[in-house]
């Protein structure tokens, strides 16, 4: 069976200093992978190549099929078939603040997707529900705490259903209690048949909770 | 320009030092210090070509005369002030005597201390060449544009002359740019001064426009003094008789070109007449009264030229913060030298290129090169305001729009501008405020705003207080809804914390 997502011998320079060396790992559909290693050996970095936020150096990525090549990120139209696939949840959430926690997880499916406001509604209605914060859907980003503002995250970045989720650091802000209920969802989604590419120093979350641990060194 | 500036010091040393009292003013040193504007030009007064550093014209002349005949050597000294202040100045001791062009009123009359007239103008019509057939006198002005000095007879006749055969007057703060205006067909018509209107031609060479022989109206020059220094005056009238009486004002006007017949018959009539009666107050309320229907209608304007400024300020403001903040590199070094070049020069010199230096090339109304350069200067800096908060708007919440699969313009459209606009709002609401009163500013461009009807009435009623008061409500009234409806928007708009 070939690998959701595969990324080769993956290279990423700033200023002639490599920030992440020679990276390869793959990713199955209904699995949990954990990305380890300290502060600043490139985690993120790597997260970010395979959403194409970020150029890369050397090394290839491929989506199901979809490739990603090294050089200047393409443009967004050119990107359509792998924002279909990858989702991406932020350490810091950034959830859009002008927005409601519903019309947060709504927005995509209603201007990229072209679901009626109804329809998208009920969708994220579900989502927020299963992700445990359907009572939080009229909240601000503001009024929501740092575990449910998590969650409402998930929720946006799973609404289009892509296939693969990458999440950055999801245990920074979170108590014991919410750390396993993360895992627990995050198991719940692996499941679903989705592969998961989690970026964490938790070294005690990656283990009691991934499929498989990737520890990068500087 | 030099000699204005020149005398602008010599008028503040004076200022300082004149609080003892006018009639100190003259007698210190042997001087009578008198007022007028320069910038008026000849014949009345005029920086002297060869020694810029002093005055000529029939004015000054006058005033020496005046000076000669009040006796003890005594020299005229010429202090500069702007022709619509000279009442204003002399009540505040900064001269003791005006003298510039300066028309005989009753409001005049019952505020200040009026010499007897010492030269009767005519009030007379120019109009281009091809209209001369069919222009004979105001009655033939329905709907055309009538160019006159601001707080002026003419400008009185006018306003009279809008309600009676609907003419539209047009004031302006000098008395040379309106034959411009009208040689370029800005206006149909310009009233002014026989004087000024020879000069003009004269000027152009006797080509561009022709005077209308019928005047309109006719008025005198006076001199002007404290409303208290009637004694004073009273001197200076019996100074100006003599002057008649021994020929030497008929020479200073054949010097200067301005004796004709009418002159003589003044002087005839002057001098079989008594001395001129004390000055008399007169109630001013219904003359007050009578401005708040301009002042209404000046708001309106004021009003009117913010909103579109506005409208095209934020339009263009917009467009140029995103070619600064998504443009390619030449259109950020484009639109970066634009607001920087709009932002470093006044508004002022804006407004006089695009509607005067433009001319040659495009000949816009008055109104619209007002809209144009409130609206392109205020841009330049609403742009900054929206660049501002374009790049306030956090980056990961872009990113994250990104990987949903948005198109760079949804993120603008969806995510980034809806979070800016809260951003700007306070900013632009300030903006908004500040252009209102900036919009005083399009007087120089002949469009009656509030600030500049407000002048006019000061002018004509004597006194800045009630004129200055009722503008500074109408400006408030205009201004601090907005504040609060910003406010209230703000609120609505910013999530609940």
Redesign the interface.
Known sequence: MSALLAIDRLTVRYDSRDVLRVLSLEVARGEIVALMGPSGVGKSTALRAV?A?QPFDEGRIVVEGFALAPGPVPP??RL?PL??R???V?Q?H?????L?ALDNVT??LR??LGQSRSEAEEVAAKLLVSLDVGTRAAA????LSGGEAQRV?IA??LA?NPPLLLMDEPTAALDPARRRALGATLRQLSEQGRGLLIATHDTEFARGNADRVITLTA | MIAARTFGVTGLALCLSTNLGTQSAIRRGGELVWGGDAEGGAPFVEADPANPSRVRGFDVEVAERIAHGLGGDRMARFVQVQWSDIDLSVERGDFVLGLSGVEDTPARRSRHAVTLPYFEFREVLAVRPGDAGGIRSLADLRGRRVATLGATIAYELLISARDSTGLIPISYDDDVHPYGDLVAGRVDAVLLDHIIAQRALRRRGGLGFIIVDQPVAVGHYVGVLAYANTALRDSVDAVLREAMRDGSLEQIFRRWGVWDPTQGMLFDRVLRSGPSGAAARVATTGQALAYIPSLARAAAVTLLVSVLSMALAVIVGLALASARVYGAGWLRVATTVYVEVIRGTPLLLQLFVIYYGLAGVVRLPAFLAAVLALGLNYAAYEAEIYRGALEAV?R??L??????????L?ILR??RG??AL?FALAPMTNDFVALLKDSALVSVITVVELTKQTAIYATNVGSWVVPGALCAVVYLAMSLPLARLARRLERR?R???
């Not at chain 1, 950034?94 to 002008?98: E, G, N, R, V």
């Not at chain 1, 601000?140 to 009024?143: A, K, L, N, V, Y």
């Not at chain 2, 990113?399 to 760079?408: N, P, W």
């Open positions: 959403a936020l967004e139209s359509v924002r279909r990858v989702g991406l932020f810091a950034a959830l859009f603040s002008h409601c927005l995509a201007h990229v601000w980003p503001s009024q995250a946006r970045a289009p | 956090p990961p919440q990113e994250a729009a990104r990987t949903l699969g948005f198109s760079e949804q969806l995510v809806p979070q809260r708009w999530p609940a914390t």
